[in-house]
């Protein structure tokens, strides 16, 4: 069965560092982007960021750069949020969810697509003091 | 623009036909992918690419697009069609992703 399973979450102060991690299972980690998304409570979905299948490449969203950082172990079958500085707005539930590309062409013209087809069921993260 | 807009809730009566849509300039040069969240649940995929659906997805569920507007479309809405409903492509840059607004889709 294709899985992921987040952990790592919980109560952290303000200010304060928290490294989330997301098991992967039933398909072939090193083969695929990963994506770490957020979810406030209440609020909508936000992307966070995502790493390449060797790790080599990673983006994230301006309100998280400079404080979070993606990282994978492939040997682990493991990819990794490590939160520094944390603030109340972090406050969230965080997934992870494998990271699918693809491209279609229709009357002449290509445009492409991007993916989350598998889903951890999300671990929350509380900042506060 | 990495703004993806989406109207923040429709309504659809048991059966009917709803679209929802999605507008952001990141659209004319990306297909959106379209995300069906449950409370208490993780998002699941519905719709991506022109009009795919993965496994498992109701084939009342379809997608289009047009310009800078992507739409998701749910027709014979059913009960546990009820959800919020969240549109995603890449931003204009490439490397990033961002999320719609999101919909909330109340079946009557």
């Known amino acids: 069965e294709v899985q992921l399973v987040e952990s790592g979450g919980g109560l952290v102060q303000p200010g304060g560092s928290l490294r989330l991690s997301c098991a992967a299972s039933?398909?072939?980690?090193?083969?695929?982007?990963m994506t770490w998304v957020r979810q406030a409570p209440g609020k909508g979905l936000e992307w966070v960021g995502r790493?390449?299948?060797?790790?080599?490449?990673?983006y994230s969203v301006d309100s998280v750069k400079g404080r979070f950082t993606i990282f994978r172990d492939n040997a682990k079958h493991s990819v990794y949020l490590q939160m520094n500085s944390l603030r109340a707005e972090d406050t969230a539930v965080f997934y992870c969810?494998?990271?699918?590309?693809?491209?279609?062409?229709?009357?002449?013209?290509?445009?492409?697509?991007?993916?989350?087809?598998?889903w951890g069921q999300g671990t929350l993260v509380t900042v506060s003091s | 623009s990495s703004e993806l807009t989406q109207d923040p809730a429709v309504s659809v009566a048991l059966g009917q036909t709803v679209r929802i849509t999605c507008q952001g300039d990141?659209?004319?040069?990306?297909?959106a992918s379209w995300y069906q969240q449950k409370p208490g649940q993780a998002p699941l995929l519905v719709i991506y690419?022109?009009?795919n659906r993965p496994s498992g997805i109701p084939d009342r569920f379809s997608g289009s697009s047009s310009g800078n507007t992507a739409s998701l479309t749910i027709t014979g809405a059913q009960a546990e069609d009820e959800a919020d409903y969240y549109c995603?492509?890449?931003?204009?840059?490439?490397?990033?992703?961002?999320f719609g607004t999101g919909t909330k889709v109340t079946v009557l």
């Open positions: 039933g398909f072939t980690f090193s083969s695929y982007w």
């Open positions: 790493i390449s299948p060797d790790g080599s490449e990673k």
């Open positions: 995603n492509s890449r931003d204009t840059s490439g490397n990033h992703y961002v």
């Open positions: 690419g022109k009009n």
């Open positions: 990141s659209l004319r040069n990306s297909y």
């Open positions: 969810a494998r990271d699918l590309g693809g491209g279609e062409c229709s009357g002449g013209s290509c445009s492409s697509w991007n993916i989350f087809d598998v």
